[in-house]
């Protein structure tokens, strides 16, 4: 799911000085009795070794799995979210979760109701905190997400929001992936996160890519290498771990992970010259973490296994091969891809033992815990395997600061999160990616002369990141603010013949056109509405939301645009190109191939017009 909540906050009281150093005491005791520190006031290797010999079989399983939780706070979230805890978990708050299981991870979602404003979710960071710190041997909680940006976010406005993947692609720019990861990162540790599943290191050679798409850089195993190690420098030097997923890499997949099980059918060579550089690149650049893919690479391993519970993928690959030696994390592991041959009790237990630390979101926590504390009791799984994955997250937490100040209060959100600062970075990053790849006849930019009342129609996909949406009505919003007087008639992405027919009349009382297209297929109804508002001799100008592929199913289109996200940033970026309110700059990072012929390139890796 990718929808973020925006609703209001509950209580956002300030925890006191005396509780949270009352909570930090059985971390101090822990470390007191272990080796000294080091002088950044972090514990040594020596001490967290020290410490994990301490642990009991209970606790050290515990620091494996990051599962979700519902509710805005840790201790009073709402009766609906203590409902569906129970449910699913068998705990009613976020503090009872760590009590209970121990776990060194939390991951939040906007649907579990994490997310609603920056100064919640650092009271519930914090009270998350407090609850782990608070136990005998409490320790630091790593909190997670997905904040991959474009359209996949978790946290909404008033966070800054850039643009995705695919965009910062199409910009070819290094320091502006760098300054995404810098800014972004900052925001997400005053929230209190501080491990983000990003950024996204497959190379998305499959324009049938259900599930990766505009979330990769592009189709060029060196430049997404390159934005990649970029991104990494930026998040990390923030002092967030990065995430390069989802590894051996999902780029050429035509089946999504969440609903099935992908075959890459790539051989060892190919992988190594298209799906690994992105993977190194991270790894050169001092990756925190890497996520496993749930797909199958018989090349690599023809066992039948997905790459999450893969030894010779895993260890004998990523481990051995690469030198990898930071955490690696599964994906989801509630998604069909993992789950299609093995039962949800055996699954973490292989994904341990083929070399993953974290184990993401489990659908049955108590199941999952309760069956890699009992492989370690059977000896299927050793104590010493298990404090291979947890000497790596404690690692991690230290790097990360955690020990030593795991708090964050309101003062970072007040000074980091969604200043006007980071608004306008993200602004004039979205100007450099909006890519103009049809424009005949130098239709654009339009004339609030010649064109001044435009109607704006297309797809409405809901809201990927909690910006304002719906995109026709941003659109149109942000062509009004430029002088245009514009109006909105949202048509769907499978309009019917009676919604073109409403459309075609509304645009001939109009100057021009602006249809955003979402993912056109042939013989599509979005392909017909653009056909017949052509055919009606008004100037028409397509804008892709989402994959820039769009244009090879709207041959007539005699402007067209890719924005690579419907997200505010990347639409009012599109508005001021269309309006010449800037030019545009970006440079498609993938091909384009004919509709009627796929080996035909239609438009090649860094085409792009300007003005």
Known sequence: MHDTGTASTGSTAHPSRRTLLAAGAGLTAALAAAEPATAAGAPDDSALRALVSRMTPEEKVGQLFVTRVYGHSATDPDQADIDANLKEIGVRTAAELVERYRVGGIIYFAWAHNTRDPHQIADLSDGIQRASLGLPRGLPVLISTDQEHGIVARVGKPATLFPGAMALGAGGSRPDARTVGRLAGAELRAMGIRQNYSPVADVNVNPANPVIGVRSFGADPRAVSALVAAEV????????????KHFPGHGDTNVDSHTGFPTITHSRELWEELDAPPFRAAIAAGID????AHLMVPALDDSGDPA?????????????????????????????????????????????RAGVDQLLNPPDLDLAWNAVLTAVREGELTEARLDESVLRILRLKAKLGLFRAPYVGHAGVERTVGTRGHLAAADRIAERTT????????????SRRRHPRVLVVGAD??????TTGPPTGVLAGALTELGFSATALPTGTAPSAA?????????????AVVAATYNVTAGSGQQALVEQLVATGRPVVAVAIRNPYDVARLPSVPAFLAAYSWTDVELRAAARVIAGRARPRGRLPVPVQRADDPEQVLYPIGYGLTY
Do not use: W
């Not at 973490?289 to 496993?292: F, L, Q, R, V, Y």
């Not at 993992?338 to 994904?351: F, T």
């Not at 890519?435 to 005949?440: F, G, W």
């Not at 996909?461 to 909690?466: D, E, I, L, T």
């Open 461 to 466: 996909p809901a809201s990927p990141s909690g």
């Open 435 to 446: 890519t103009l790849l049809v424009n005949e006849g130098r239709l654009l930019p339009l």
């Open 308 to 352: 999450t519970l893969s030894h010779p993928i895993l260890t004998g690959i990523l481990r051995e091969r690469l030198g990898y030696d930071g955490v690696v994390v599964t994906d989801s592991l509630g998604m069909e891809g993992v789950r299609s041959k093995y039962g949800d009790d055996r699954v973490p237990v292989l994904a341990l």
């Open 289 to 292: 973490s890497i996520m496993t």
């Open 499 to 511: 919604t073109i027919a409403k459309a075609v009349a509304a645009a001939r009382d109009v100057d």
């Open 233 to 244: 420098a930026g998040y990390q030097g923030s002092g967030v771990a990065a995430t390069a």
